[in-house]
């Protein structure tokens, strides 16, 4: 029963962060000024995900008022799956770890002078590092990977959506 106190706890926690998110993340985009070109401004965006994660965590939190769990179900989502003695093995340090690089990822934009290519390259390959654990073989490919995806966002942004994010 302890283990289920804490896991109640740290999943309250989590919602309850993902509403703060939510919310500064609204705070935030109600201070962007109007854009003189666009009717809708740079703000319906961001509006969008902050009511989208915000509206989420709050049905996440009635789920939890309610006595039931966010980290187990009762049936698998897919036909075939519901081997009852497969459990999910946790790993907190890779969450942390990739909570971190994100951050990190947000401070290379804000504050450094590192261009979006490089900081998503880094944070795309750090980030399959840290998920998968690859062979060497298998670093090479995420490498391969990482500098191919964020040139196709570099590509995609400054192309499609003009927007230069350097």
Not at 1 to 18: F, G, N, Q
Not at 99 to 109: K, T
Request: proline residues 5%; contains cysteine; positive net charge.
């Amino acid at each position: 029963m302890p283990e289920d106190r804490a896991t109640r706890t740290a999943e309250m926690a989590y919602v309850c962060l993902i509403i703060l998110v939510a919310g500064v993340v609204l705070q935030q985009a109600l201070q962007l000024p109007p854009a003189p070109y666009d009717p809708m401004g740079p703000k319906a965006l961001p509006i969008g995900v902050a009511l989208a994660l915000g509206g989420l965590g709050l049905l996440m939190l009635l789920r939890l008022v309610f006595g039931r769990g966010l980290s187990r179900t009762v049936q698998s989502m897919v036909v075939g799956f519901e081997d009852e003695g497969a459990g999910h093995v946790r790993r907190p340090l890779t969450a942390v770890l990739i909570v971190l690089l994100a951050i990190a990822y947000a401070i290379a934009f804000g504050v450094s002078q590192i261009g979006f290519f490089q900081a998503t390259a880094v944070y795309l390959f750090l980030s399959g590092l840290v998920l998968s654990r690859p062979s060497w073989r298998g670093v090479a490919i995420l490498a391969a990977f990482a500098v191919a995806a964020a040139y196709a966002l570099d590509l995609l942004f400054r192309v499609l959506f003009q927007l230069d994010l350097n």
